[in-house]
């Protein structure tokens, strides 16, 4: 993910491995991450049973929320395609049945959005 790209609030790809080595311990038996994403300090990271959303807060990074949504919560999403022009492609999700989207996210165009879409529709449809 290029700096330009960070300091615009794009979210690029994240490996497996990675999620899995920082991320292990937040995980149930059984539960694998299928996708995972890093803007800036932030990660969110979809696994076979939930979307968790890793919010470090604070200068240091330091505290750190974990935010867990289970796909059966989740009542729609959508995502909106990079342009020409447009440097980022955007996820919007909501919960339940709010009016606004609860989880808005930007992507830069190393991610493909269509495979995001793939795994939230996968479970939330299903």
């Known amino acids: 993910m290029g700096i330009f790209s960070a300091l615009l609030g794009n979210a690029g790809a994240v490996s497996q491995d990675e999620l899995k080595k920082d991320y292990a311990k937040l995980l149930l038996e059984g539960e694998e991450i299928e996708l995972g994403f890093k803007l800036i300090r932030d990660i969110?990271?979809?696994?076979?049973?939930?979307?968790?959303?890793?919010?470090?807060?604070?200068?240091?990074?330091?505290?750190?929320?974990?935010?867990?949504?289970?796909?059966?919560?989740?009542?729609?999403?959508?995502?909106?395609?990079?342009?020409?022009?447009?440097?980022?492609a955007e996820l919007k999700i909501w919960i339940s049945s709010e009016v606004q989207p609860s989880i808005k996210k930007k992507f830069n165009k190393s991610v493909n959005v269509y495979d995001v879409q793939m795994v939230l529709a996968h479970h939330v449809l299903m």
Do not use: H, M, P
């Open 44 to 88: 969110f990271i979809f696994t076979s049973k939930r979307l968790i959303l890793v919010d470090k807060q604070g200068l240091t990074g330091s505290k750190t929320e974990y935010l867990s949504v289970a796909y059966k919560s989740i009542s729609r999403f959508s995502i909106e395609t990079a342009g020409t022009f447009d440097l980022d």
